[in-house]
């Protein structure tokens, strides 16, 4: 099957163009130690498309065989408290809702073990993680009695162990062949009655926000309420909650297993059809709007945020457009003294901005605008702000 010509969710012929972004980089959290090398990263296209019968939005250009995720990789973010608030939310939830204390709980794509060491703080007895950026890393998040890393992609034979839940937060988004995935799970999990949850970025916020920024090269899958819910009745699940949050930007999908519906497409694809017809134009216009506003800036910029979107943004403006960037900020130290692929723009601590004196602070997040206004402000600084997305 052709990412090209067939909708990897339900296999349906002739997606609908949706946007398009050129020469962006491959993957946007590997971060680069210098200037050369940052320029020299691997770059790709991205042009999405949406399925014209389940509504799953995805990138036809995407070659798997492009990428890596190597050590280097870098996207936590629980450096920010507001995320640290949420997660720690999450975990007691799902380890009350789940009924997992003294109980074993497996991740895919865990990172440097964070959200496993919050599972095993609320009460999980055990909690292994499967990921392959952390070979060769050492993470605080280990040291505690029960939790592991295994820094290998995850595999299907690997739940031959017992295990009580499965997690998968914010993965499904890498895959070209989600359902496949889901359907290794589905037959792990057998007659038992183990329940699954799946965190993703929430596609139907990006589309209705126009949040461009959100469009990256290592997501193959932008997923909304529909097409997920289409995706885990066809593997043979059924979501007891699907909900937006994290300011809407994540779908939060809770599951069990059930048996799989093969024919299923979920009734608000056609409402994801429209609101994706809209979003190319009104993207295109934003993106020629900010290289407009930063072309006539008189003086220095920084984009506090050195993930995603903030990378995204600083590369799709373009030469002249980019010209006023001195820097990216991010609150994470394991960024900083690196470089950004493409635009190779530095990574600094925020510490350094009251050397650099910016005159506007670009937040890529509007989840975190208070926290980082009141942070600048604090350093005796006075710059204009503005928010790039949410």
């Known amino acids: 099957m052709s990412l090209a010509s067939h909708c990897p969710v339900c296999n349906t012929p002739a997606p609908g163009p949706v946007f398009a972004l050129g020469n962006v980089p491959i993957i946007c959290n590997q971060l680069w130690p210098d200037t050369d090398a940052a320029r020299a990263a691997p770059a790709g296209d991205v042009t999405l498309v949406i399925c014209p019968a389940c509504a799953f939005v995805w990138n036809a250009d995407f070659d798997p065989a492009k990428m890596h995720y190597a050590p280097g990789y870098e996207n936590a973010l629980h450096f920010s408290p507001r995320f640290q608030a949420f997660a720690e939310e999450l975990a007691a939830g799902l380890v009350s809702r789940f009924d997992l204390h003294g109980k074993h709980v497996i991740e895919i794509g865990c990172g440097d073990g964070h959200f496993l060491d919050l599972m095993a703080q609320h009460g999980a007895a055990t909690a292994t993680g499967f990921d392959p950026s952390m070979e060769g890393k050492e993470t605080p998040f280990t040291a505690r009695e029960g939790v592991e890393i295994v820094p290998e992609y995850f595999r299907s034979d690997q739940l031959e162990r017992p295990f009580d839940a499965i997690l998968c937060r914010h993965v499904l988004e890498h895959l070209d062949t989600p359902l496949a995935l889901m359907q290794d799970i589905r037959r792990a999990i057998g007659p038992r009655d183990v329940p699954i949850y799946f965190e993703v970025p929430n596609a139907g916020w990006m589309l209705e926000t126009v949040s461009m920024w959100d469009v990256i090269y290592e997501h193959v899958g932008y997923w909304t309420a529909a097409s997920i819910t289409t995706l885990m009745r066809r593997a043979g699940f059924v979501p007891t909650s699907v909900q937006a949050g994290y300011g809407d930007q ?53 984009i506090w945020g050195a993930g995603s979107k903030g990378i995204t943004f600083a590369n799709a403006l373009g030469t002249q457009a ?25 990574v600094i601590a925020p510490d350094t901005l009251t050397t650099l004196a910016p005159d506007l602070v670009l937040i890529s997040n509007a989840l975190y605008e208070a926290e980082i206004s009141a942070q600048v402000r604090a350093m005796g600084l006075t710059p204009d702000f503005a928010v790039l997305a949410g």
Do not use: C
């Open 250 to 302: 994540f779908l939060m999908v809770e599951a069990r297993p059930a048996t799989p519906n093969p024919a299923y497409l979920d009734p608000g694809a056609a409402q994801v059809q429209q609101t994706a017809r809209a979003f190319g134009q009104a993207a295109n216009a934003e993106l020629e709007a900010w290289r407009s506003r930063l072309s006539k800036l008189d003086g220095k910029a920084v």
């Open 322 to 346: 980019a010209a006023p960037l001195a820097a990216l900020v991010d609150l994470n130290p394991r960024k900083h003294r690196l470089t950004a692929p493409g635009i190779a723009l530095p």
